[in-house]
């Protein structure tokens, strides 16, 4: 794959060449990874090879056995391609949240498709990004952990490439961020700041020790929502105490109004409106109290996969500053879904400008076991193995084999044990397998350390074409 626009698109890049988003060659090396029963998806054919010389016998999906969780790659290209294009006609930014697919095959088709960096949730996350060399990473999140932070600030140190920028939305949070980072350099000695504060992003004499400050975002939240401030005078105290710590730099604000809805009726949508005009006036109060540093970027973020549209509406303005991006966040576009992104998504409500929906991309695949009773099915995968959290997968076909075409199925799935599916109404036949619509891609991917990747999963028979590596 080749490489992406990277940072060089945002206010205080590095000039000359732009260096790799990720590094293509430890992606690459994926390929090389030995396949083995630890692997639930693969079967016993492929063990002992290697994922590439697997994939170069043309495998198709009738030789893999159920239950099964599939990616359809005509739907993962119109979904990144999609995306992308939306992104540059509404004049914003893109870092994917990685959390959905911890996937860095996929994170590098995101970044090489124009994204400039990718968001991820956690400290374990954070180093799985850093292991495949991914420079620019949005922690959508507080990081608090002191050695965590340790680990952080030796990055920062040894990467002046690297960036990194996280949420904080307290001022307990900004003065716990500053001891620890101040504990951190004190502990490297003078060797560990050494040099670091003319990297990318960095000034000389930035931080504590001569080390780069973090970039914080303060984080902007709303009653009944998850973190963040809940008003506009407590982000502010929050944004004064990070001008304060020497070891911090003010790079924005932030937030997620997809906690504060959970549909796209007028009351949700209404919400996330409410909410988004608090956050660009948190930001022109930052900015007029002269709190951002002048001549670097400044980070506006929002945007999950349900409400992008508004967020774009909203915030995009804020990019007429030459410093200012706007970055949304979405990650479950890529993947999209059969239920709650389908019944969400802008692309289905209007506000695609004319784009064409996301496909979902996502399949399950199951076998019936048993017919105990009239009306009722039993199949082979479960809680463990298909997402639940946000509604039940969907009976869409069934196959005597799986070799053969598929034929429409009706019926429900009425409830899932860890690893049986209740499929009531239908007329499927014990061994015949259902191919399943699933809901929320955040909660697929992290059951599955191996995924298959179809040519068509709507095919006859479905070539196998790929092998998606997750890091959960």
Excluded at 25 to 36: G, H
Excluded at 398 to 425: I, K, T, W, Y
């Amino acid at each position: 794959m080749g490489q992406s626009a990277g940072v060089s698109g945002l206010p205080g890049g590095a000039a000359g060449p732009t260096p790799p988003a990720i590094d293509p060659a430890r992606v690459a090396a994926l390929a090389d990874e030995r396949l083995d029963w630890r692997f639930k998806a693969v079967p016993p054919a492929a063990w002992g090879l290697t994922v590439r010389r697997y994939l170069a016998t043309e495998p198709t999906l009738d030789q893999f056995a159920t239950p099964l969780l599939t990616l359809d790659a005509g739907a993962l290209a119109h979904n990144l391609r999609t995306m992308a294009d939306w992104c540059a006609r509404a004049g914003v930014a893109l870092a994917p949240h990685g959390k959905t697919t911890m996937a860095p095959a996929l994170w590098q088709a995101q970044l090489d498709a124009g994204a400039y960096g990718i968001t991820l949730a956690n400290l374990p996350q954070l180093r799985v990004a850093r292991a495949f060399g991914v420079r620019e990473v949005l922690l959508a999140n507080s990081l608090l952990d002191p050695g965590g932070l340790a680990w952080l600030a030796a990055e920062l140190a040894a990467d002046p490439g690297f960036r990194f920028s996280c949420w904080v939305d307290s001022v307990a949070a900004v003065r716990l961020m500053d001891q620890a980072l101040r504990a951190a350099r004190a502990a490297a000695g003078p060797q560990g700041g050494a040099g670091v504060g003319v990297g990318v992003g960095a000034g000389a004499g930035d931080g504590a020790g001569g080390g780069r400050p973090v970039e914080v975002l303060v984080e902007l939240g709303g009653p009944g929502g998850r973190t963040g401030a809940r008003d506009l005078a407590t982000a502010l105290d929050v944004a004064r105490a990070v001008a304060a710590a020497p070891t911090l730099r003010l790079a924005g604000v932030g937030g997620y109004e997809g906690a504060l809805a959970h549909d796209a009726t007028g009351p949700g949508l209404a919400a996330v409106q409410r909410y988004l005009e608090r956050l660009v006036e948190l930001h022109d109060e930052l900015r007029g109290a002269g709190l951002f540093a002048a001549g670097r970027r400044v980070l506006v973020s929002a945007g999950g996969s349900a409400y992008f549209d508004q967020v774009a509406q909203v915030l995009a303005p804020l990019g007429a500053h030459p410093d200012t991006t706007v970055v949304l966040r979405s990650g479950a576009y890529l993947a999209h879904d059969d239920g709650f992104y389908r019944a969400v998504s802008p692309l289905v409500r209007g506000g695609g400008a004319g784009a064409a929906p996301f496909r979902a991309a996502l399949h399950g695949w199951a076998r019936v076991l048993s017919r105990p009773e009239p009306g009722l099915a039993l199949l082979d995968g479960g809680k463990r193995d298909f997402p639940y959290d946000e509604g039940l997968p969907e009976p869409q076909q069934a196959r005597a084999q799986l070799a053969l075409p598929g034929r429409p199925l009706h019926g429900v799935v009425s409830a899932l044990n860890d690893q049986h599916a209740f499929l009531r109404g239908s007329d499927a036949e014990v061994g015949e397998v259902v191919r399943l619509g699933l809901s929320h891609p955040c909660t697929a991917f992290d059951k599955w350390t191996l995924i298959p990747v179809l040519d068509d999963a709507s095919a006859a028979r479905p070539r196998v074409v790929d092998l998606v590596r997750t890091f959960f």
